[in-house]
Structure formats: structure tokens, C-alpha cells
């Protein structure tokens, strides 16, 4: 790995490429910071039933409250929405051709119209009618809502209708928010608008429960289902069936429930940096096709620096590759798959890099120094463990050098206001989560079976014997490392119940880091969302768990193990570890959420896992200083690989 030099240099090269389109969208998002916060006018209804107060005064309420919008789905609403001094936002086309007959224009304040919010389950026109729709409202000037979660059908034909003119909306549908309490609710607002970049809530009021309610995320319109009331343009306050069902009290302890989530959600979007305003739609930005194509070459890079622990190829071979994905993605563009472009080269990244960053901070293919600083065979025992630390500290910086390089080329292939709206979003989440652990197992295995390892060394010694490249070395390659018996003397370690423990747990533990990358085959628990609502509470940005609790600590054990001489006891948590660097990148691909929250949340993970892991290596040298004096054999990360053992014990050893 340290030889392919030139590999390295393609590599360096494109992430200096990519700075300048990482400060244009640091930029876009600075900019990107009003937040529009629309009353659904329906549920605003029910309110009024439920407390008996008429819906115009609940209405000037919450505009008072910090309110900007209020949803319409009949035209008799605009005149109710703009008496309390609200944006009309339409929800259906007549609202919408009712609003262009007045003249109204998509200004700030009352007289203005906010994004247009499709209600139901499809877009108005779907599916041959929607070209109609889009002139519609370009005509009008106002961009389109997309739902987060409501896959409304169309709605992204609609978004390319309307060239991307579009923002980006959440909302808590109706049953949702029955079960969730006032504080989860706000919180799920709060990493709408602050991870995701939502810069539109849609807010439902709180009702009390009622079956036959609506499930659609943002409703339908007045006579779509059962739990519509017919709309009006004031609202009776009259005595019904809903108000009776409460006492004066709970109609007014409801009342007060609503103002105070309103406005302790108007309060949040302040405390976050948001202003609430009328929100405008992003302009539509795109990184030059020509990075992509970059960062695809140097995933190509990647991956033959990976490929050489696996087997030594010519250069000429190598360089025949590079080209391949130069041609490859420079094709793309031209056959109108830009976007598809984006995604391989962003997925090439996050499957390629994690691996190469623990690769090279473990120093795999130089087994015989594995860092600076490592221990001696003679040594003061605190000289021993200094050199552990420093080397254990130095391969942490490599790994966390490769990894920021593999998320700062993740950013800069979607660097595109499609994925930032979530109309494009980035392909192959769990297979990048898998491919990375299963080549860094190779690795491991390919170092660990004498057979193996004898294989790829010839290979390696055939291929260096015509290689005159870059990365040539005359003279000749040693059939073995010094101080180590050669490896066809040595007999393939036997299979015991340890190996089969640890497969059993990794597979468990692989099954389920896959199942959560989307929250759907394995929910969230509800102690975890208990842990995940108080880290928001401390830190604001919640860093992932698997991060600073197992990834981390994993790859901060492995090293420190390697860096004693403990190659074998520190495989497996060298692999479990892989899991920190796949997290990082993972989280750049995900190009809806802010740079800056991205940033943060990577730097809690890092510090926080650093921690765990300093205290599990604590912990293992107070228990292996414990066990020494018991007169055990320790397998510490500061002991020595090559210590006496029986002649006939050939197994690999684990902690």
C-alpha cells in the first residue's frame, strides 16, 4: 500500500479538487435558514369543535403565536387564512386557480401564497394530466411542497415538471401524533428542520383521539374522507356532539395544550439558528459533471489499493482500470444519467474507503512495523506502553484522515439540489454497509491462513518480477518475514468453539446494524429512543450509537492490540471497527442533512467513542494485570505476539 504512491497522488488530488464545491454548498445551506411554519385549517376545524371557539379566533392565535402560513383546500378559505393575517398556502388546484384570478403573487405577508402542498395521496392531474398542472403553477410562481414519508404518487414527475422548483415539507401525520407525546413531537420537528433541512412544517392541531380519523400525512380535501367538517368560511363555535364529549375544563386545558406546542415549536426553530418567515425554494445548483467523474476514478484508486493486499498487479494494468472509470463516467453524462453518475461514484466511496482508511491504520501488508512507537522485546514496561499508545493514536489519525478524504468525496459526487431535496437520494445503503466488513474480513483472513497468505505471496512475487512501474523494487522479495517461520511449515489453524462464538455474534450483530439503516425490518426500541431524545437534549446533534459505542471502541482496541503485537487478538475488533469509518461516510451521503450537522455529529461520535474506548482498554489492562498476577498468560495490547507456547497449540488466540 505505501508503494502505490501514484495511487495516493490521484486520490489527494481529487479531494483538493472537490474544496471548492464543499464551500459553495456550505454556502447554499448558510443562506437556505427561514423555516415556514403552516396550521393545517382542517384539523384547526376540529379544534374549534372540540373547545368551542370559533376557528378565526384559534386561527389569529396561532398567527400571533408565530404562525406563517395556514393550509386552504376550498376558496372560501382564503379569505378566513388572510383575515388572521396568514399566507394562503393552496392544497388543491382550485385554491390555486381561485388565488391566480385575484392576482395574488407568492409575496412575504399576508397578501402573499405559500408552496403549493398537494393534498391526498397523489398529485392534482396524476398521471396524464400533471404538464397542466406544473404550467399552472409556475405560472402562478410558487414552487411545489414534497411531503417527507408521504410518497405522494407523481411527485417527482411533478418536481421535474416544474424544473426542481421545489421545497422540502414535514409533517406528523394525524395517528402518528396520537401516539407520540407533545415532546416527541416537538422533537421530531426539531431533526426535521435541523438534520434534514425541512424548511417547511405543516403542524396539525392536537386532538383528542376519534376513530375513523384520517391517516394521510397531510389530509385531503373537505369531503375526501370521514373526518373532514365541511368547510366554512368562519367557523359556528356552535354546541356539538365533540363538544360535549368535554367538561369547560378540558376544553380549555386543550386549548392551552395546542398555544404552548405551538409555540414552544416557534421558540425551537429560533433556538436552532432558523428564522420563521415565508420560505423560498433553493436555486437549482450542480456541481460540474467532471467531479463526479473524478471522484469515481479515484474510488478506482481506492480499490486497486485495497486489490493489492489481495493480489500485486502491473501498473499498466492499474492504469488500464483508472481509464476504464474515467471513460465510464465520462460516458454516463453524455447518455443523460448524470444522476446515475453520482450515485456510482458515490457509492464506489463508501464501499471502497472505509476499508482502505483500517488498512492503512493498521498498517495490513506491514505486519513487521506496525507504527511508530511500537514496542520493543526490551523494554521498561512503561516505555512498552507508551510506544502502544503513541502508534494505537497514530493509526486512529490515519483511519480518521482516509475516512473525512472518503466523506469529503461522498459530498462532493452529490452535490447536486436533487439529493438535497431528496428527489435523488443515494443508492446501495446496505450493501455498502456489508461490502466493506466482508473485505476487511478477507483481509483478515488472508493474513491469518498460511495457505492464503503462500498464495498471494507468489502471486505478488510473479507479478513484481515484470513489474518496472511506479512502485518497483529490485532486488529480491523474501520468502518470508523475518523472525517468522515460512508459512507452508506452519499447519492451518484449527476451528474451536471460540471461532464459532465470535461468528455467531458478528453475523447477529451484522443482521442487525443492516436491519437499522432504514428503521423498517427492525424498529427502534423504545428505551433507545428514550437515549436517542436525551443525547438530543445534551449535545443538540445526536451522534449515531453504533459509532461511539461499538465502532469506535472496536477500532480503538484492534489497533492497540496490533500496535502490541497482537495481530491475531486484535483482528476482530479491527473488523467490528470498520463500522466507525462506514458510519462517517455513510452519514455525507446522506446529502438532505446539513454539512455542518454531518460535521458535528461525526465529531461527537469520534469523541465519545474515543472515550468508550479508552475506558475499554483501561479496563482490559487492569484486568490483564489482574490475571498476570494469578500467574496467567495475558494477551494484553501491550504483551508480544511471539511469547512461548505449547508446540502443539496452533489455534489462533482470542481475547
Known sequence: MQRGWWLWAIIVGVVLLTAPLLAQRAALEHDNRTVEIVADLESLRELSEWVDVPVDVILESWAELGVTSAGAVEPGDIALIRAAGLRVVPRTVQVLDALRSEGAAPARGPSGIGPFIAAGEHMPGYPDAMPSVAERLAAAGIPLGIVEFANQAGEREMARLMNDTVVFVHSIPRRELERLTDRQALARFNRAAL????????????????????????????????????????????????????DPEERAALLARNEAYVSALVTRMGDIGLRVGAVQPLPRWAGSAVVPVAVLVAAAAGALLVLRAFVRASWTWELAVLVAAAVAGALLPVLEREVLLRQLAAFGVAAVFPVLAVALGAGVGNKQNPGPGAPAAAGAEGRRSAGVAAATIWGLLRVMAVTAAGAALVVAALADSRFFLKLEQFRGVKLAHVLPLALVAALWALESVPALTSLTAGSARRSRGTNRGPGHQAGPVPDREPGREPSRDRPAPAVGWRHVVIAAAAAL?????????????LPVSAWELAAREALEEWLVVRPRTKEFLLGYPALLMGLAFFAGGRRGAGWPFVVAGTVAAISVINTFAHAHVGLAVSAVRSAYGLLLGAAVGAAGLAAWSVWERWRGSRGGRGVGPGRSEISPRPADETRMRFP
Not at 386532538?207 to 368560511?233: E, F, K, R
Not at 450483530?509 to 437499522?516: D, G
Request: aromatic share 4%; hydrophobic share 45%.
Open 195 to 246: 438534520e434534514r433541512q425541512a424548511r417547511v412544517l405543516y403542524v396539525h392541531a392536537l386532538l383528542p383521539a376519534s376513530p375513523g380519523d384520517d391517516d394521510l400525512i397531510v389530509g385531503q380535501p373537505a369531503g375526501g374522507g370521514p373526518s373532514m367538517v365541511a368547510a366554512g368560511a368562519g367557523g359556528s363555535g356552535g354546541v356539538n356532539a365533540r363538544t360535549l364529549a368535554l
Open 509 to 521: 450483530a451484522l443482521f442487525v446494524m443492516v436491519a437499522r439503516t432504514g428503521n423498517h425490518l
